[in-house]
């Protein structure tokens, strides 16, 4: 297993990425020709190198960490265990007085890989005017896709990556959506529910919630379909010790024209049919509890204005960038696209 998590510094970005979607330890790590350590490469290293715009062709020596945190073979288990608590890391390479990479110690290790305590808040109580007449008898999380609701395949991604503490947030025809889960038993999940007497936004909801978290949380709209790592989310927000994370997916807008540039009234270049990129909210928020501190009880009040109100306060917020599939079911178009994905994106699930 040790073998298969090693590679050279002139390994690719893709050849990394394609060793920590394999396998259970979640990085790579870079070693020389006598194999002493020399960095390792984490999922939250790559999202940090896309969002510098670092390519997957690129080598991992661009975006490695070069000081990571080696223990020797004479170091205790309670001395690593007190190290991961105290780094935030879930994994420590074991190498010998020369370096040389000997084992791979994990949290895992040490703790059962079970469920996760996390909430996960989905927003479920949206009119879905944009999918009339769809959404004149059903909510929109409830819409099919793939054979069964939206929301339901939201549930079962993030249960199937241990979490099953959910809230939903709901309003239009709630009913529906509490006939389908219920207490979340039969989909091994505890589901409670926030409902809205009045829309109160993305975030203006959350003042609903009778129990604060103890830990950071999700939050994420009702209508998205993804197939994102919501642990490798969890552990980035971590890593970077921020209030709040936000997923952003990179997008690109075609300029049907010709743009040029100008000095003055002189042309100095031109550009024909150019597609800008931009980096686009996801939908998909993780927030430190105390975020709950700045939302007033029964005032409405979007994500957007919540962050806004954290960035003039000073809070720290990152962005995950998003690598894996995500589409928005917000207009027909939308939805037949998700449907077409669906058996490629989710097979098996």
């Known amino acids: ?76 288990d309670d001395e690593i265990q007190a190290l991961m608590r105290r780094e935030v890391i879930h994994q420590v390479p074991i190498v010998d007085g020369e370096g040389r990479i000997v084992a791979l110690r994990t949290i895992d290790t040490f703790v059962a890989a079970d469920r996760l305590e996390n909430k996960v808040v989905l927003m479920a109580g949206g009119l879905g005017k944009r999918l009339r007449p769809l959404t004149e008898t059903v909510p929109k999380p409830m819409l099919p896709v793939g054979g069964r609701p939206l929301l339901e395949t939201l549930v079962q991604s993030f249960v199937d990556q241990g979490f099953y503490r959910f809230e939903f947030s709901v309003n239009y025809r709630a009913e529906a959506i509490e006939a389908h889960f219920g207490d979340g038993y039969r989909f091994g999940a505890e589901i409670g529910y926030l409902r809205e007497t009045d829309a109160l936004g993305t975030a203006g909801s959350l003042s609903l919630m009778s129990n604060r978290p103890e830990a950071p949380f999700f939050v994420m709209n009702g209508d998205i379909l993804t197939s994102i790592n919501f642990r490798h989310m969890l552990d980035f927000h971590r890593e970077s010790r921020a209030t709040a994370t936000v997923a952003v997916f990179e997008k690109g807008i075609d300029i049907p024209y010709g743009v040029v540039e100008l000095e003055g009234d002189r042309l100095v270049a031109i550009r024909e049919k150019p597609t800008h990129n931009f980096f686009i909210s996801a939908g998909i928020y993780i927030l430190e509890p105390g975020v709950l501190d700045r939302i007033e009880a029964g005032k409405t009040l979007d994500m957007p204005d919540l962050f806004s109100r954290m960035i003039e306060g000073g809070e720290t917020i990152s962005a995950f960038p998003i690598r894996e599939y995500w589409r928005d079911i917000g207009q027909h178009q939308d939805l037949d696209r998700a449907e077409e994905d669906f058996p ?5 699930r």
């Open 344 to 348: 490629q994106v989710f097979a098996g």
């Open 1 to 76: 297993m040790l073998d298969s998590i090693l590679l050279p510094e002139d390994a690719l970005v893709r050849d990394a990425l394609t060793q920590i979607d394999a396998g259970s330890s979640q990085l790579a790590i870079i070693v020389d020709a006598e194999r002493r350590v020399i960095g390792v490469v984490t999922d939250g290293d790559v999202r940090r190198g896309l969002l510098a715009g670092v390519t997957l062709d690129d080598t991992v020596e661009k975006i490695m960490n070069r000081s990571p945190k080696l223990v020797s073979v004479d170091v205790s």
